[in-house]
RNA sequence: GGUUCCGUCGUCUAGUGGUCUAGGACGUCUGGUUCUCAUCCAGAAAAUCGCGGGUUCGACUCCCGCCGGAAUCACCA
């Protein structure tokens, strides 16, 4: 059994996180037929006004990151191409003029003001607007600059989706839909099913909310003697603070900007899949290859799902562990390019690893590393005030402070070895020679070598500070004290 | 307004007539992991299954009505 689905955006602008579920479940449908399946991307750029000169690249470029293969599309193309709907001009024209010739579409000069009109008596009058009901008397040879229009054939409609089982309409919402444009163009609505067929998609997977027009399609297929692929709904991502679907408006970011955000494309595919669908078990984290394994059409949602910023960051904070837990630091290293602190320019590849090494369990996207590392880089700037005002040490005086200072920097500057093991020793010695709580002794040392509201384990980060930095920054901060003190 | 779709914890969901005094995950809260933040672990709170009728020995699950929400009604896709 072949399966053959797509998926067809229009340049326009940026995929965002609400249409992108539409590229991904085709995706994960024709993936999951193996050799059987095929998975077609096609460009849909027949509306002139709205078209976007970067667009199309930028689509190819969110599904890339995604980790989303196609077989046949626009850059690679394939033996049903053009995979551009404006160089398929000639093959919309062929089929509407078939249509034509059974007096299943008629050539439609009207203006557009008139039609206007027609709609602002209906509504005037509280009747349902259809243009069957202004159909013209008589029509003119279809020649190029006038419009071509579908003769519905209204009556009661019945279907399957997928989705959303067995649906029906009545005879109200079909209607002389426009095929061939004033400019020759078609619209979606007539070249979707001309390249679907042509293409010989076997499903087609789109948001919920061509569902009303499917009536029309129905009729379309019927005239042209083409069998209805199969129709999956998909239901509509929702805006976090209502039940409003997403869009841009709502501010619903690109995909591309999450990538920016240090959010991994693992974590977004496996989100976005899974935002709407299950497979029943209790899984929630799922590997592209598992996704695929286990997708199935019957048990995709079909009400629509709120988008959720906060789980989407959960995923992603399990993702960057798990790649470091299953893969190595290495492979969670090479993802982290371009998101390291600008004082960390110089410092090798070797150390930044050691670095993540301990940070990246309390990473939730990778840009946390931008401000979690800076004081691995250089000596952070000496903030007194930070000291004094711990919950722990505001109990100490200055001078207690500046003692404790002192014991440390002996002590750890005694050091021979300071690995990780040897640097714990010497911490639980000072413990004891002092008699602090670790809450007081620790939080003092953590602070003036970090300065920042938080660390990994002490022992940990002053391992890959180093001896030296560690100990010019504990002198530092003795110093600053004796002269705050003054 | 017409048409169509949808309706289980705050959110994503499991659930296909009895095992549901409704399970899991995120989030929230509490406790633990020698400092912090996070991870991790343990635990808690959180859904009268939109409402009202029916069918049935029995309904979240089937039927009807209602209510609420959404989508759509372009020479946009």
């Known amino acids: 059994m072949k399966v053959i689905t797509r998926f067809a955006p229009s340049p326009t602008g940026y995929?965002?996180?609400?249409?992108?579920?539409?590229?991904?479940?085709?995706?994960?449908?024709?993936?999951?037929?193996?050799k059987d399946g095929k998975f077609i991307l096609r460009i849909e750029d027949t509306d002139?006004?709205?078209?976007?000169?970067?667009?199309?690249?930028?689509?190819?470029d969110t599904l890339k990151w995604l980790g989303l293969s196609?077989?046949?599309?626009?850059d690679i193309g394939g033996k049903n191409g053009p995979y551009y709907q404006t160089e398929r001009k000639e093959l919309y024209l062929e089929y509407a003029k078939k249509l034509l010739e059974q007096g299943r579409a008629y050539a439609d000069p009207t203006d557009s003001e008139t039609i206007e009109n027609y709609r602002k008596e209906d509504n005037e009058k509280k009747i349902p607007y259809l243009y069957r009901n202004h159909r013209p008397e008589t029509t003119p040879e279809w020649k190029e600059g006038i419009p071509i229009r579908f003769k519905a054939d209204p009556k009661p409609r019945k279907w399957h989706d997928e989705v959303m089982g067995d649906l029906h309409a009545g005879p109200e919402v079909q209607d002389d839909i426009i095929l061939i444009k004033k400019d020759g163009l078609p619209t979606y609505n007539f070249a979707h099913i001309i390249d679907d067929y042509l293409m010989g998609c076997t499903h087609i997977m789109r948001g919920v909310e061509y569902l009303p027009s499917t009536p029309n399609y129905l009729a379309l297929y019927e005239a042209l003697g083409?069998?209805?692929?199969?129709?999956?709904?998909?239901?509509?991502?929702?805006?976090?603070?209502?039940?409003?679907?997403?869009?841009?408006?709502?501010?619903?970011?690109?995909?591309?900007?999450?990538?920016?955000?240090?959010?991994?494309?693992?974590?977004?595919?496996?989100?976005?899949?899974?935002?709407?669908?299950?497979?029943g078990s209790e899984q929630e984290i799922y590997t592209k290859e598992e996704l695929i394994e286990k997708f199935s059409i019957d048990r995709i949602q079909n009400s629509g799902a709120r988008y959720d910023e906060t789980k989407l960051l959960w995923m992603n904070g399990q993702w960057i562990r798990r790649i470091k837990d299953e893969k190595g630091i290495d492979a969670l290293f090479e993802k982290t390019t371009g998101f390291w602190p600008e004082n960390a320019k110089n410092a090798t590849d070797e150390y930044r690893k050691r670095v993540l090494d301990i940070i990246y369990d309390r990473l939730k996207t990778l840009s946390d590393l931008r401000e979690m590392t800076t004081y691995f880089f250089s000596?952070?700037?000496?903030?007194?005030?930070?000291?004094?005002?711990?919950?722990?040490?505001?109990?100490l005086s200055e001078s207690e402070l500046g003692s404790l200072l002192d014991i440390s920097i002996t002590?750890?500057?005694?050091?021979?070895?300071?690995?990780?093991?040897?640097?714990?020793?010497?911490?639980?010695?000072l413990l004891e020679e002092t008699g602090k709580k670790p809450a007081e002794l620790f939080s003092l040392i953590r602070l003036?070598?970090?300065?920042?509201?938080?660390?990994?384990?002490l022992n940990l980060t002053l391992n890959v500070i180093g001896k030296e930095a560690t100990l010019a920054r504990l002198r530092a901060v003795k110093v600053a004290l004796l002269s705050d003190g003054e």
């Open 226 to 279: 083409i069998d209805m692929p199969k129709i999956v709904s998909l239901p509509h991502v929702l805006r976090p603070d209502g039940r409003k679907k997403l869009g841009k408006r709502d501010g619903a970011k690109s995909v591309t900007e999450y990538r920016e955000d240090g959010i991994l494309p693992e974590a977004m595919l496996n989100y976005l899949a899974c935002l709407g669908w299950n497979d």
């Open 15 to 34: 995929i965002h996180i609400g249409n992108v579920r539409s590229a991904i479940y085709p995706y994960l449908v024709a993936r999951k037929a193996k």
């Open 379 to 395: 000596d952070p700037k000496i903030n007194i005030d930070m000291l004094l005002n711990n919950k722990f040490l505001k109990k």
């Open 448 to 457: 003036a070598v970090s300065f920042a509201p938080f660390s990994p384990a």
């Open 70 to 74: 196609w077989d046949e599309g626009p």
């Open 411 to 429: 002590k750890l500057g005694s050091l021979g070895s300071w690995d990780r093991n040897s640097l714990q020793d010497a911490l639980n010695a």
């Open 48 to 60: 002139q006004a709205r078209y976007v000169e970067s667009a199309t690249d930028l689509i190819l």
